[in-house]
């Protein structure tokens, strides 16, 4: 890698537009869980992941050409994208097949092992240094999804610690994207382009998975279940994945990750209003605890503040 790309302000902190944009798109995670636990009736999991990629291809070809994005121009990305989107898939087939063996309110709390790997990764790949209070952050942050979650949980046994190592592996791999996203040339391509290579390799990949684990669509979907699906098309993966890794191109790819902790703390929240699950005492400390390791993994450095635009210019690039 030549100084010209060298990869710019590794650890720069959050603007406050970034952190605005950060909890719309943990509020739509959130969200998103339950939809697809609503849609699961008639359309198996790993199918909806492949039918969600195929949707959101030419939603993201639609909006990176009206902003002028050139996707089969030779930039160098090929390689890269197509190692990030081998991932990418990946990623999803181990979290989908691990919630056959592993409770959700586990799984979710292993999911968000993500930061840590991020923390790790930009450490090592990036030059990235986490200092002390912020390690402890993600320490606090992760305690509290936990909390809410409600685990440790009782009745463990080998398939349950099989289902929460594969999501511990999907945790990972999303980790290694968001890295190479920010670590190689995919970071000088628009954010479109970028996801494109993931979503055009998952396909495939979560089409074969659906096959071998026999899954079928049963009967035709409701009408609740194609609005979902439509909603996890265009909004979640066209739109929300989209502006995160417009995101990772400009700002701290650990500070970002760490924010992701409040997704499953907004999931809960889903539940109680849509799926009637009780809320417990236990979730405002746990509330407490991911706001406090928020504000502990972004707090002001002595590096310089973004612009509160500079994901404006991102963007238009």
């Known amino acids: 890698m030549s100084a ?9 902190p959050l603007s406050a537009g970034a952190i605005a944009l950060m909890l719309m798109l943990c509020l ?11 849609v699961i009736p008639d359309i198996p999991p790993m199918l909806q992941a492949t039918i969600r990629s195929m949707g959101a291809l030419p939603v993201l070809f639609i909006i990176g050409s009206l902003r002028g994005a050139k996707f089969f121009e ?20 181990l979290i989908y097949e691990g919630l056959r063996f592993t409770p959700a309110s586990r799984a979710v709390v292993f ?17 990235e240094r986490l200092m002390g209070s912020q390690w402890l952050g993600l320490a606090l942050s992760f305690a509290g999804v936990a909390l809410a979650i409600g685990v440790p949980q009782p009745d ?14 999907g945790g990972a791999l999303w980790a290694a994207t968001t890295l190479v996203a920010k670590a190689t040339r995919l970071r000088f391509a628009p954010p479109e382009k970028a996801l494109g290579y993931q979503v055009a390799m998952s396909i495939p990949i979560l089409g074969l998975a659906a096959y071998l684990f026999g ?12 609005g979902l699906m439509v909603f996890q098309t265009v909004w979640v993966v066209g739109t929300t994945f989209t502006l995160w890794f417009a995101l ?25 209003f849509i799926m009637h699950d009780t809320l417990s005492l236990a979730f405002g400390a746990a509330a407490v605890l991911v706001i406090a390791g928020l504000f502990l993994v972004n707090r002001p450095s002595r590096e310089a503040a973004a612009p509160a635009d500079a994901l404006l210019n991102v963007t238009k690039t």
């Open 156 to 169: 463990v046994d080998a398939k349950v610690l099989l289902g929460d190592l594969m999501i511990v592996g």
């Open 28 to 38: 739509t995670w959130g969200f998103n869980q339950i939809a697809v636990k609503l």
């Open 111 to 127: 999911l968000y092992t993500a930061p840590f790997f991020v923390a790790l990764g930009s450490y090592q790949v990036l030059g």
């Open 215 to 226: 899954e079928t669509i049963p009967h035709t979907p409701r009408p609740l279940s194609i």
């Open 74 to 93: 030779r930039d160098g990305t090929l390689a890269a994208g197509l190692f990030a989107g081998l991932m990418f898939g990946i990623e999803f087939v």
């Open 248 to 272: 990772v191109k400009t700002y701290s790819a650990s500070k970002l990750s760490a924010f992701t902790f409040i997704t499953p703390l907004f999931g809960v929240v889903a539940s109680y």
């Open 4 to 12: 010209t790309e060298a990869i710019p302000s590794a650890g720069r």
